[in-house]
T-cell receptor
């Protein structure tokens, strides 16, 4: 079984500041990890994923995340926030291999970007 | 390329009424799933399907039925709506192989049960 905990339901940053959204997971098997973003009144879209291989994963819109097995973490970062990054972000996990569309999601973190 | 299409986008029901949320995908994906999104709880899996004629329960299946008669369609039925089913519902699909774990989501269906 898998679970995900996102630390902080709301994160607020200034435009140009570092974005750090925290995600810790629990999995009894080697995990596949994902970050999805949801803009207001829209569905979720994939930002990035980790399956195997390189632990630092780059995604769209300048975001990246690092898989740290020893810390069971998959934190999402972006060096410089933009107003358009304001959205809700979800971390998700599945056991390694085919998930058949079954992901376990975290509670979500709402990112606010101030001018 | 439409992707995943959900209808209706908004629906208001009275307690005890039934309805069907429609979901269709045009990507020939094998796997389809329904999630509900509630504030502070993220997305929770209701039901999923690994192919036509094959469905299974997720984390929160009570009060919902599904069927999958074709690869493209995966409707979600509420048998007797309850206020606890007020939520935003998302349908998702994914293909086999290397894309099996990357979900494509619909835009969502917002349901209010009075």
């Amino acid at each position: 079984a898998q679970s995900v905990t996102q630390l902080g339901s709301h994160v607020s940053v200034s435009e140009g500041a570092l974005v750090l959204l925290r995600c810790n997971y629990s999995s009894s098997v080697p995990p596949y990890l994902f970050w999805y973003v949801q803009y207001p009144n829209q569905g979720l879209q994939l930002l990035l994923k980790y399956t195997t291989g390189a632990t630092l994963v780059k995604g769209i819109n300048g975001f990246e995340a690092e898989f740290k097995k020893s810390e069971t973490s998959f934190h999402l970062t972006k060096p410089s926030a933009h107003m358009s990054d304001a959205a809700e972000y979800f971390c998700a996990v599945t056991g390694g291999g085919t998930s058949y569309g079954k992901l376990t999601f975290g509670q979500g973190t709402i990112l606010t970007v101030h001018p | 390329n439409a992707g995943v299409t959900q209808t209706p986008k908004f629906q208001v029901l009275k307690t005890g009424q039934s309805m069907t949320l429609q979901c269709a995908q045009d990507m020939n994906h094998e796997y389809m799933s329904w999630y509900r999104q509630d504030p502070g709880m993220g997305l929770r899996l209701i039901h999923y399907s690994v192919g036509a004629g094959i469905t299974d329960q997720g984390e929160v299946p009570n009060g919902y039925n599904v069927s999958r008669s074709t690869t493209e369609d995966f409707p979600l039925r509420l048998l007797s709506a309850a206020p606890s089913q007020t939520s935003v519902y998302f349908c998702a699909s994914s293909g086999a192989g290397s894309g099996a774990n990357v979900l494509t989501f619909g835009a969502g269906s917002r349901l209010t049960v009075l």
